[in-house]
């Protein structure tokens, strides 16, 4: 059948149908409508009301009250004065909806640890049975005073993932609430509980999370998974968010476990010298001998760097330093720690790179008047040599 194609627009239909809304808009823009007219509440003077009220009067004042003067109080109640505080409970008892109670909620989530906030939702839900389905589940949340402990629970319950869950129940990670609760769940949580989040999902949590409440979080993740486990992109968007663990002038660190940190930096060392290796196209067969032997000691190296430009490797240990070439017929070259932070270590950085020749003490090494400089060839059994002399350097034996 031939289809047959359409240019005409009907401008005036569109134009009837935005009259019609503004006619009779929808539930969203009336409560928009209703929260713009209480702005224009002189709240000041409401409360000075309010506070000449005698107690036993306030409920006689909450029938004199309009609407748009409820909604105001609601709306800004974690803001109201200490003195009024308990008759504004009593008043908003009273003149209870739907509405107010929504605009109750989002005090709640901005100032979450408000007794006098949790007493007035406690004290609507148990005198109201709302039919909203949402209201309904925020009910069963304060059932008791203890609203925090009950959301948790629900969250460790629910079948979805955490940021899926706290979403339908109206929370975002943005807002006070939000935040603690993935604090205190993540902070405690099991491996499956980081698994059963997607990705892109913890990656927004560590994204978005303040910095101090993020240092538990990123200490439970990195010490409940063993060190293969642990995801490529969060531990970037760790690095990102609170600094590279090898830096020694790093101190966010400093808020994490030790067992943490080392794990940490053991695994950025690991996937520097990986990296190193990957980009020697030369002889790939003798880069995977040479990865396979240095990744058995990278728990011990504190930093791994390279110099992209010339494929060269330093090997930061304790006591002593190694230096690997990326291309074939170079020596290993393996430096006292005193010896390489006063004559090489400046080269390290890559604005101040210099050609491999400047990085070997050649006469140094075959001289064994020298004892801060060894070399060794990458012949068969090199590997053997490079034990001793690793064992030698960590000892501080010469």
Not at 50 to 71: F, W
Not at 157 to 180: M, P, R, V
Not at 289 to 294: D, G, H, L, Q, V
Request: glycine share 2%; aromatic share 14%; net charge positive.
């Amino acid at each position: 059948m031939k289809k047959i194609k359409f240019n005409f627009i009907p401008e005036k239909l569109i134009t009837e149908k935005k009259e019609i809304k503004k006619k009779f808009p929808n539930k969203k823009e009336i409560k928009k409508n209703k929260k713009q007219k209480a702005s224009n509440i002189d709240l000041s003077l409401l409360i000075e009301k309010i506070n000449k009220t005698p107690k036993k009067k306030i409920n006689y004042l909450a029938d004199e009250l309009n609407k748009y003067e409820i909604i105001s109080l609601a709306d800004n109640f974690i803001n109201l004065p200490s003195e009024v505080i308990n008759k504004v409970k009593k008043i908003l008892t009273v003149k209870n909806t739907e509405f107010i109670f929504e605009l109750l909620w989002k005090n709640y989530l901005e100032d979450y640890n408000n007794d006098d906030l949790i007493d007035l939702l406690y004290m609507i839900l148990k005198n109201n049975k709302f039919q909203n389905k949402f209201l309904s589940f925020v009910k069963n949340i304060f059932k008791n005073k203890n609203p925090i402990e009950n959301l948790l629970y629900y969250i460790q319950n629910h079948e979805f993932s955490f940021l899926e869950t706290i979403e339908d129940i109206d929370i975002i990670l943005e807002n006070d609430l939000g935040q603690e609760l993935a604090k205190r769940y993540f902070a405690n949580c099991e491996k499956v509980d980081f698994k059963n989040e997607k990705n892109n999902n913890l990656l927004t949590i560590f994204n978005r999370l303040k910095q101090e409440d993020l240092y538990i979080i990123i200490e439970n993740y990195i010490l409940i998974f063993e060190e293969k486990e642990l995801e490529k992109s969060i531990m970037y968007k760790i690095k990102e968010r609170i600094g590279d663990p090898r830096d020694d002038y790093n101190n966010s660190w400093n808020m994490i476990n030790n067992m943490a940190q080392e794990k940490a930096v053991s695994w950025f060392n690991y996937h520097k010298l990986a990296e190193f290796f990957d980009k020697i196209n030369t002889n790939q067969e003798e880069a995977k001998k040479r990865f396979s032997y240095w990744e058995k000691h990278v728990n011990k190296m504190n930093e791994v760097r390279y110099i992209e430009k010339y494929l060269q490797l330093f090997l930061i240990f304790d006591n002593f330093v190694v230096i690997e070439f990326g291309n074939l017929g170079n020596a290993v070259y393996f430096y006292e720690k005193e010896f390489f932070n006063k004559n090489l270590a400046k080269f390290m950085n890559p604005n101040n790179a210099v050609n491999n020749n400047l990085l070997k003490e050649t006469y140094k090494a075959r001289n064994k008047q020298y004892k801060n400089v060894e070399k060794v060839n990458h012949h068969s059994s090199w590997q053997f040599k490079a034990d001793r002399l690793i064992k030698k350097f960590s000892s501080g034996r010469r």
